[in-house]
């Protein structure tokens, strides 16, 4: 990705019958040499929330990926020259935690005691990888993550029915794409609720702080440099960024 041009697909090296195991193994093994950099967690992504899209990577569950400090963006930020390779958005409710998950088996609401606040979120997704991915070049290449994009008016979840929100997101002026909260595994908390289970099975559970992007509310779009990028959520306000040209 520093050279501005993605790679070829990584299941060439694993063998093109790796699963998601071996995706996460790789995962890992690039989250160490980056925490060993200096690089600080602060959440985790999850992916494939789209039935759709499980079915066209073959996959019967999410994915999910490791988010990082220095890849957050706050809203009205200029994303341009951030090194993106060829990138696109979704729509996203971001997820604050105030409360470790660490029971192993989670309940909603456990999810619900947990949760500190709700963001209206963008996601830009961007493969360093060739768009031609299994599962396991995607989970490989921690599930797409490029860069994510918080609102700054926390909501509590007493205020908002995450099910029933409603979305609309605009490229430039023009509309892109409308979407609800019932597109995300049917509400972005069965999302929280999906990778507590996970992490927790791993031994790593979700810690106090970190933020949970759930997944898209609508289809990913493709942006592209000078582009002015909106979205409103109904309920948690809005959230933008700006892709300058280089």
């Known amino acids: 990705m520093a050279a501005g041009a993605p790679c070829e697909p990584v299941r060439g090296l694993l063998g093109e019958s790796a ?21 600080r967690v602060s959440g985790h992504k999850v992916g494939l929330t789209n039935k759709a899209v499980q079915e066209q990577l073959g996959m019967d569950e999410p994915i999910w990926g490791v988010l ?11 994303i341009g020259g951030t090194g993106l390779i060829e990138p696109r958005v979704e729509v996203e409710v ?17 999810v619900i005691s947990a949760t500190a606040y709700v963001l209206p979120a963008l996601e830009i997704v961007d ?14 290449d921690n599930a797409g993550s490029g860069l994510y994009v918080l609102g700054t008016r926390p909501v509590p979840l007493a205020a908002v029915d995450l099910r029933r929100v409603e979305m609309r997101l605009t490229v430039s002026g023009e509309e892109a794409a409308t979407g609800s909260g019932a597109a995300c595994l049917g509400n972005p908390l069965n999302s929280v609720l999906w990778l507590a289970d996970a992490m927790a099975q791993r031994g790593t559970p979700l ?34 960024a700006l892709l300058s040209a280089a």
């Open 19 to 39: 699963g998601p195991a071996a995706g996460y193994a790789v995962q890992q093994l690039n989250t160490e040499h980056w925490l060993r950099a200096g690089r």
């Open 94 to 110: 971001a997820v604050v935690l105030g409360a470790d998950l660490d029971k192993g088996r989670h309940t909603v609401a456990d």
């Open 207 to 240: 810690r106090a702080g970190e933020c949970i992007m759930t997944g898209s509310l609508c289809p990913m779009q493709p942006i592209s440099d000078g582009d002015e990028i909106l979205a409103e959520i109904d309920g948690l306000g809005t959230v933008s």
């Open 68 to 78: 990082y400090s220095d890849k957050c963006r706050t809203d009205g930020d200029d």
């Open 127 to 140: 493969s360093r990888i060739a768009w031609d991915i299994t599962s396991a070049d995607m989970i490989a």
